[in-house]
């Protein structure tokens, strides 16, 4: 076992550089340096339309190493967040035109063939590089945080806010509006800017995942040069 922990040291230290890295750039980004206006909800400010989400990184960070950690996983990793991102937009944009809240078969159809055309778009090349499994971990994650953020298009009226005056209305309400999402509102947005930011995101961890190999790479060649340097003065 301590053979095993010397040997990935480098990229522990690299992930845990990064991981720190990525939640300061993506929180800050979200809730104080792209907003609307600053400190409506505490000291948080209101997003604008695009978000970085957090989850979405880890997740596409996760997937990137779980398909190699390699230039063809990066790659793997991009083709299945836009392919998941498509297919969620579908379910968003039709499975809500079709049936509005609270009746789910809407959601249930399109859930079912945008299922069935990703394992369809599997099969138009020899290559793996529309695998199916990929695919549906992003597009959990984008109807995820639809979710989260509040099922615009589906549950009435649920756009969220997007003024000061807005998010105070909804906090108003009892009880609290309908798709106003997490952190009193602060999270709700248009079912696009779902899927643009989630992608985005998607996209951020996966290169955040690969500046983690290369980190890891460097930091355990510098140990190395170090140990070899160590080694050769204790040999003179």
Avoid at 200 to 205: A, D, F, K, P, R
Wanted: hydrophobic fraction near 55%; charge should be positive; glycine fraction near 12%.
């Amino acid at each position: 076992m301590t053979t095993r922990l010397k040997a990935v040291a480098p990229l522990i230290v690299a992930v845990g550089l990064l991981a720190f890295a990525l939640v300061e750039l993506v929180l800050n980004f979200t809730f104080h340096w792209f907003t609307v206006q600053d400190g409506v909800f505490g000291k948080l400010g209101l997003p604008r339309g695009l978000h970085l989400v957090l989850p979405g990184a880890f997740v596409s960070w996760g997937l990137f190493f779980l398909l190699g950690g390699n230039g063809a996983a990066f790659r793997r990793t991009v083709v299945a967040a836009g392919t998941g991102t498509i297919a969620a937009a579908i379910l968003m944009a039709a499975g809500s035109a079709t049936a509005h809240a609270p009746e789910f078969w809407g959601l249930a159809l399109w859930a079912a063939i945008t299922a069935m055309g990703v394992v369809a778009l599997s099969t138009t090349v020899a290559d793996d590089r529309f695998a199916p499994a990929p695919a549906f971990v992003c597009y959990g994650t984008v109807v995820c945080w639809w979710y989260a953020t509040g099922l615009d298009n589906y549950v009435p009226n649920a756009k969220g806010p997007g003024t000061v005056d807005a998010l105070a209305q909804a906090l108003a309400s009892k009880p609290l509006a309908a798709g106003m999402g997490a952190f009193g509102g602060l999270l709700s947005m248009p079912w696009y800017w779902v899927a643009v930011s989630v992608f985005v995101s998607l996209v951020g961890g996966a290169a955040v995942g690969v500046a983690s190999v290369r980190l890891g790479g460097a930091l355990g060649r510098l140990g190395s040069r170090s140990t070899a340097t160590a080694d050769a003065t204790q040999a003179a």
